[in-house]
């Protein structure tokens, strides 16, 4: 089985600015390319995917079945949130590498009087406050200590607009408690989403239970991660809720039941970047099995995104395929779309012969760590020549050479460290166990794609309060 090593304890702040926690594991070397590579690579389910799918099932009207579903810090953290919500979440064995299937009976009734840690999870952060406006009593919430940086106003905001208490002392952030009362009025509501699409997906997921439905109505800037509301609206419809986007930034969905589904999660096609892309770093040919024919995942524009770059892309059945000859050209990108494909796509470009720019991705700032500032840091840092824009990043050709990379605590910078090592010798990366965010299995599975032996690691035992963060000053 290659059900990963999750670590609940990593906690952003620890390893922000370089300061490396008193037990944390020694830095990982980052493996140079053996050669040309020849590698097929299964990949765990989608978290987008998984996350969404856990919210509907617990709402929905019967019970359901999660198939293939991803199992990392992510998605455990969501579960134990809809549990604490009164949801029943087992675990059915399967013969499946990458871990159980989970069968959701959805409460009688949702009821607060719980706490809720979201690690540095945005979905869970932003899915879960609208369930808990539906439960009875208060759901105090809290999460690592970089997760009190991610913006969370625009959606409380909007849920105090459609009929919810909360107190968060005006912070906007993380910590806050959702005082529920049972069920919400919804309605009419202006929001803000340029900082991240999770705050209309979080609102509309909900949406069906609430009294009136909701109408979103997006006032600002443009809004990020667009896929990732199709993937809600594809979600919702798939069972029986009327969910639509009638205007350009404008979403609505109607009051009524939410249907229960038996269905397989997509392999997580975001988390294929970094081993897509280790084609064309390393040249030779990486596959990935059990690519859908049709998708809201964003990770599906790597097919568009890779050949930018020079790879060669072929989708055969359900097989994708990128090739490489070691060669990487520079890219003009505006992905506005696809943030979270962001770091790999940096990641190639600073191995790249030409000059990049990647822009459309200012939200990146706002996601694990800043990822913009983080990227240019640790780019620089091995001696590249990356500079921060408003909204991206320019990247001039320069000789890498091995040194630290700093992760963050953000399980992308991890995999860019990684990417970047394949080429530059001495690359450590010093919080690899941060890809337990969505893939506990990346060391593993990045040296089987390198035909390596993964080195033993003597791994920190995770802490026994994983969120470092006590619901005691709650009053909870
Ligand atoms: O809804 C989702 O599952 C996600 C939406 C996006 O968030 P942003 O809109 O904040 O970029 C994406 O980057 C994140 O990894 C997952
Ligand atoms: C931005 C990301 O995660 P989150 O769901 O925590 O926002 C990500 O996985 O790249």
């Not at 639509?244 to 975001?270: C, F, H, K, M």
């Not at 596959?287 to 790597?302: I, K, M």
Request: net charge negative; aromatic share 4%.
């Amino acid at each position: 089985m290659l059900v990963g090593k999750m670590n609940p304890g990593k906690d952003g702040d620890e390893v922000r600015g370089g300061e490396t926690a008193d037990d944390a594991p020694p830095p990982w070397d980052a493996p140079t390319a053996p050669g040309r590579l020849d590698a097929r690579v299964p990949l765990p389910g989608s978290k987008s995917l998984t996350g969404r799918e856990l919210v509907l099932a617990a709402l929905a009207d019967e019970v359901g079945r999660l198939r293939a579903p991803l199992h990392s810090r992510d998605t455990a953290l969501m579960i134990d949130a809809l549990r604490n919500l009164g949801t029943e979440i087992t675990e059915i064995p399967t013969d499946q590498p990458f871990g159980d299937d989970l069968r959701i009976r959805p409460a009688d009734e949702l009821t607060g009087s719980t706490s809720i840690a979201c690690g540095l999870a945005g979905t869970v952060m932003r899915f879960v406050p609208p369930v808990a406006a539906l439960a009875l009593g208060p759901t105090a919430f809290d999460g690592d200590t970089y997760a009190r940086k991610r913006p969370m106003r625009a959606i409380l905001e909007a849920l105090r607009v459609l009929g919810a208490d909360i107190s968060d002392e005006g912070r906007g952030v993380l910590p806050f408690t959702v005082h529920g009362s049972g069920g919400l009025r919804g309605g009419r509501v202006e929001l803000d989403a340029s900082l991240s699409s999770q705050f209309v997906s979080g609102l509309l997921l909900s949406a069906p239970r609430f009294v009136e439905g909701v109408h979103l109505v997006h006032v600002g800037d443009r809004v990020p991660s667009l896929p990732h509301i199709e993937m809600t609206l594809a979600a919702l419809r798939a069972r029986g809720v009327d969910a639509t986007s009638p205007a350009p930034n404008e979403w609505r969905v109607a009051p009524g039941p939410i249907g229960a589904r038996d269905l397989i999660i997509e392999p997580d096609l975001s988390n294929a970047a970094p081993f897509l892309a280790a084609a064309l770093v390393a040249g030779g040919r990486v596959s990935v099995p059990h690519w859908p024919a049709d998708t809201t995942q964003v990770g599906d524009h790597l097919r568009a995104l890779l050949p930018e770059f020079g790879a060669d892309v072929a989708l055969t059945g359900d097989v994708l395929t990128v090739s490489g000859d070691g060669a990487v050209r520079g890219v003009r990108l505006h992905v506005p779309e696809a943030g979270e494909l962001a770091p790999t796509l940096v990641g190639l470009a600073a191995l790249a012969e030409s000059p990049s720019e990647i822009t459309g991705i200012g939200h990146i700032r706002h996601h694990e760590t800043d990822r913009i500032a983080g990227l240019v840091a640790e780019i620089n840092r091995l001696g590249g020549r990356a500079r921060e824009l408003d909204d991206g990043i320019a990247i001039e050709p320069a000789e890498l050479r091995g040194d630290l990379w700093r992760s963050y605590a953000d399980h992308r910078m991890a995999t860019t460290g990684a990417l970047i090592g394949l080429r530059v010798p001495g690359v450590t990366v010093d919080d690899i166990e941060s890809t337990s965010k969505t893939l506990p299995q990346f060391s593993e599975l990045w040296h089987r794609m390198l035909g390596v032996d993964e080195p033993a690691r003597t791994d920190a035992e995770p802490s026994p309060d994983p969120f470092g963060s006590p619901f005691s000053m709650l009053g909870l």
